[in-house]
């Protein structure tokens, strides 16, 4: 019996389509917004995360590319249950890596194969959905693709990292929360010299102990800057030689080494130019050999942990009188970490006052040790175990469709020269330059901003960020920018239906450009409240909707003509490129000058953008209903 008999060629779509658009989307969520989430949480800085996730763009920027093999090799069903199988295979490698010492390494490779796989899943099960439905259904399905789609974006950006968020805060130790206070009353602060301290095994379960163990207060006098540097100076040594940090770069001195033509002449003198001249500086109050009042805080464990367990704390404040921060001991990225070697003696974080805090004042710190690589490793590994169950489900429900058949290979010199001249045809256009220049430049702002505003969202705030919980930007992101971003997008389509494109273009270009400022703001002011700060990525995410729908609607005007499938295909390749390449240097960018001057240089990377507008071809009709 052929495996293409009636009952097998058409099944409800019902069964198939929501299940397959949901699985087309995950993997993508994953490898552009989850990894970078993830790569915070787990300690990489800002550069590194920019750079090498805005790589895993490259598969859909050369997917036009490989897209003929899946037409010729084997069927599109065929494609769709291996790469979902492959999908499965790099979300294990992924869980499986996180808890291994060279886990960036090994995860990344991972990615690697989960974006390509991704990249193929996309093309095989567009192409399944044009072959296993009638024309009057795939028109009557489009909505339901793109419906699940979405809830494939809600269900990464949302509900998988709540998800992690939650296991983060109920695995490994509990947190604990301490004040420290401002007091011009107080004459002097405690300083205990941490070598003279004797810290014996407490029975119960293992915690974390903080001394002092509810308020640290702090007078308001200032002190040497001497004095303050020596302080700080002791209290980084310590932490370094008794293994709870790691070297800050910010401290250290590179060995002189022989330098690459392009460091010596590009990347060096760019860099120092840039932090010369845009870096953020805090301004210099009173008198230049005072600072700011000091304050410690000691850390140790109640007891041994495992021979080979690391217990890593975070330490930040979390609300309160930002003049009162933290200066050594977990900030700028630093994590404590303790072992069955150092349990027993204190780490220290040193609190300083900003010299002009005169007045009674407090602000809230926390230190948490969730088991963020078990956390993520879980998360992942329950994704690949999702991924088994849609390719057995989809091996069982996907129809076989009679025209899902491998492409001849006979006439394989024709389809050669047909590709090559799909591409001829492309290029060829009228204006292709300006083009060109709309898909790489439109978003050149929104590109360098996705690429950080999670880990803004998620740093300490004495690096410039919010420090909100992994949970927390689950919600924010997930839920109130999805539900923002959709109700922009579904309004951009709506008008752009009645108008057209070329009425809506610039109000669609200022709407995905000018709401980055909110950023501006979050940095400058970096307010406490989860309710200021879902409103502005409400607003930044709602404009991005509506100002996305020009983009989407000028790749298809852009695809008109006999090839409008394969040059759809080329433009989204050079829509994945624009975001590609400027989100590579993104992070490095922002670790040169600071979130608050990043995310002003995010505006003015949007002008290249709105200055192209007025040399683009469009057909003034283009988008309307009845056109």
Not at 129 to 144: D, H, I, N, P, S
Not at 451 to 478: I, M, R
Not at 488 to 508: D, I, T
Request: net charge positive.
């Amino acid at each position: 019996m052929k495996a293409s008999s009636k009952g097998k060629e058409s099944k409800n779509p019902w069964l198939w389509v929501p299940s397959l658009y949901f699985a087309e989307g995950i993997p993508y969520v994953v490898v552009m917004m989850v990894s970078v989430i993830m790569y915070k949480r787990l300690g990489v800085s800002n550069a590194d995360i920019a750079l090498y996730t805005s790589w895993l763009y490259l598969p859909w920027v050369i997917k036009p590319l490989w897209s003929p093999l899946v037409d010729l090799i084997k069927t599109k069903r065929f494609w769709v249950l291996t790469m979902q199988l492959l999908i499965g295979a790099g979300l294990a490698g992924i869980g499986l890596s996180i808890p291994l010492p060279s886990f960036f390494k090994f995860t990344l490779i991972f990615f690697w194969l989960l974006a390509f796989s991704s990249a193929t899943h996309d093309i095989a099960a567009d192409g399944f959905y044009m072959l296993g439905l009638t024309e009057r259904q795939q028109a009557w399905f489009v909505g339901v693709r793109s419906t699940f789609y979405r809830f494939a974006m809600i269900t990464g950006q949302g509900l998988l990292i709540i998800f992690a968020g939650y296991l983060e805060s109920h695995t490994g130790l509990e947190s604990i929360q301490l004040n420290v206070m401002a007091n011009p009353q107080q004459t002097n602060v405690e300083m205990i010299n941490p070598q003279c301290l004797t810290i014996e095994p407490v029975e119960g379960e293992l915690h974390i102990i903080s001394y002092p163990q509810d308020t640290l207060t702090i007078p308001t006098v200032s002190i040497s800057k001497v004095r303050a540097d020596s302080l700080l100076k002791f209290v980084r040594e310590w932490n370094i030689k008794n293994g709870f940090a790691k070297p800050d770069k910010r401290f250290v001195v590179k060995k002189e080494t022989e330098k690459s033509w392009w460091t010596k002449h590009v990347s060096e003198p760019l860099s120092n130019w840039i932090k010369e001249n845009f870096a953020e500086r805090k301004a210099i109050t009173g008198q230049k050999d005072l600072a700011g009042n000091i304050g410690l805080i000691y850390f140790y464990l109640s007891n041994k942990p495992e021979a080979e367990e690391e217990i890593v704390v975070n330490f930040g404040r979390i609300a309160g009188d930002k003049s009162i921060f933290l200066v050594e001991g977990s900030a700028y990225g630093q994590r404590l970490t303790f072992n069955a070697s150092n349990w027993n003696r204190p780490a220290i974080a040193a609190i300083q006052l900003d010299p002009k805090l005169r007045h009674r004042s407090m602000a809230t710190f926390k230190a948490t040790a969730g088991n963020i690589p078990l956390s993520w490793s879980i998360t992942f590994l329950l994704l690949a175990a999702f991924f088994l169950g849609f390719f057995l489900y989809h091996k069982l429900i996907l129809p076989f469709p009679a025209s899902d058949q491998p492409g001849s290979t006979e006439g394989l010199s024709n389809i050669l020269k047909e590709f090559i001249a799909t591409f001829v045809e492309f290029f060829n256009k009228e204006k292709i330059g300006w083009i060109l220049a709309f898909l790489l430049l439109y978003r050149l702002g929104e590109s360098q901003l996705v690429k950080l505003a999670s880990p803004f969202l998620l740093d300490a705030q004495e690096a410039g960020g919010l420090a909100l919980t992994t949970g927390q930007v689950g919600f924010v992101y997930g839920t109130v920018g999805i539900l923002a971003l959709t109700i922009g997008g579904l309004l951009g389509g709506f008008l752009a239906a009645k108008h057209g494109l070329k009425f809506w273009l610039w109000p669609m270009a200022i709407a995905i450009n000018l709401p980055d400022a909110v950023y501006i703001y979050l940095s400058a002011t970096q307010p406490d409240s989860l309710l200021i700060v879902n409103l502005c990525v409400a607003i930044e995410q709602f404009g991005y909707g509506f100002g996305f729908t020009a983009y989407m609607l000028y790749m298809i005007y852009a695809s008109q003509g006999r090839h409008k499938t394969a040059h759809f295909a080329i433009t989204t390749g050079f829509m994945a490129l624009g975001m590609m390449i400027p989100g590579m240097f993104s992070g490095w960018i922002q670790e040169l000058v600071g979130y608050h001057n990043f995310f002003i240089w995010v505006i003015i990377a949007t002008i290249p953008g709105f200055l192209i507008l007025p040399f683009i071809p469009l057909d003034k009709d283009f988008g309307k209903k009845d056109v």
